[in-house]
T-cell receptor, first 110, second 116 residues
């Protein structure tokens, strides 16, 4: 399988705390992307990190990529209740195809 | 901001019936995709489409499925004879070019298909 695997599967934290989600994948990649999905809704792109990058920031998001370990992490700092959602990593497999991981369900309590 | 739109938002159909799910990708995008998500499960790739032909498809995308870009703006997914296990949320997405790493995929809000 070329899917990404996320851990933890579920994460429950308090507002203001940081949330860290990890993703592992199996194939070489051009880039790795993180998406967010609110319950029953579409996927929203959060951040893209290229294979030659090691870290990237966007607002309260920080993504790291370790291609030697085939892993990535997404850190959300100072979390808010509105961050409650499922988070997915996605990588390339084949010519033009994003392959999604299993996702992490994040619950941020006020 | 440009967005991918999907219609209908919810479709209920009887087993064995044909359904067509419709999508309007972002106008300057070149690559189009269908994904599905069975309730509570992962997002699964179905098919990618470029230059008016399928560029890749998964093992899920069997002969019951077809895609079409009939008029230069719409992108449709047809399921010829629906089965109960086709019940899922179907997402359309489009992008300029994923492989080069220049951009991301934009997803529609999905069509919830319920087969009864």
């Amino acid at each position: 399988s070329q899917q990404g695997e996320e851990d933890p599967q579920a994460l429950s934290i308090q507002e203001g705390e940081n949330a860290t989600m990890n993703c592992s994948y199996k194939t070489s990649i051009n880039n790795l992307q993180w998406y967010r999905q609110n319950s029953g809704r579409g996927l929203v792109h959060l951040i893209l990190i290229r294979s030659n990058e090691r870290e990237k920031h966007s607002g309260r998001l920080r993504v790291t990529l370790d291609t030697s370990k085939k892993s990535s992490s997404l850190l959300i700092t100072a979390s808010r209740a509105a961050d409650t959602a499922s988070y997915f990593c996605a990588t390339f497999s084949g010519f033009q195809k994003l392959v999604f991981g299993t996702g992490t369900r994040l619950l941020v309590s006020p | 901001e440009p967005e991918v739109t999907q219609t209908p938002s919810h479709q209920v159909t009887q087993m064995g019936q044909e359904v067509i799910l419709r999508c309007v990708p972002i106008s300057n995008h070149l690559y189009f995709y269908w994904y599905r998500q069975i309730l509570g499960q992962k997002v699964e790739f179905l098919v990618s489409f470029y230059n008016n032909e399928i560029s890749e498809k998964s093992e899920i995308f069997d002969d019951q499925f077809s895609v079409e870009r009939p008029d230069g703006s719409n992108f449709t997914l047809k399921i010829r004879s629906t089965k109960l296990e086709d019940s899922a949320m179907y997402f359309c997405a489009s992008s300029e070019a994923l492989r080069t790493g220049r951009t991301e995929a934009f997803f529609g809000q999905g069509t919830r298909l319920t087969v009864v």
